[in-house]
């Protein structure tokens, strides 16, 4: 089952975001992230940094997007047993 977190940021703002996978079953069996994991958002405007594993997290900055928008994030990371997981999350951009 996907992780799903709830993230704010101003429009302006560049922020660094840390999916944890921790909870998942892959890791907890001792498997470990691997490669080079992806992070798309809906609707378009938000602007991603890459996506570096630290642990059983994924780390990525976030700038731009419009106030008032509620973008749906997804990060995709391989396992070491070569599974595929996904992380949802929201992001939703606010200005002061």
Do not use: H, W
């Not at 799903?4 to 840390?18: C, N």
């Not at 909870?23 to 994991?37: D, K, M, N, R």
């Not at 602007?47 to 995709?76: C, H, L, Q, R, W």
């Amino acid at each position: 089952m996907p992780i799903t977190t709830l993230l704010e940021k101003g429009p302006t703002e560049i922020r660094t975001y840390a999916f944890d996978f921790s909870e998942v079953s892959e890791i907890l069996a001792g498997q470990t992230l691997t490669g080079t994991p992806t992070v798309a958002g809906s609707p378009s405007g938000l602007t991603f940094g890459s996506p570096s594993i630290s642990g059983s997290k994924v780390n990525v900055a976030i700038s731009a997007g419009s106030d008032g928008t509620t973008y749906e994030i997804t990060m995709t990371v391989t396992t070491s047993g070569s599974a595929t997981l996904v992380g949802c999350g929201r992001l939703k951009v606010v200005a002061c």
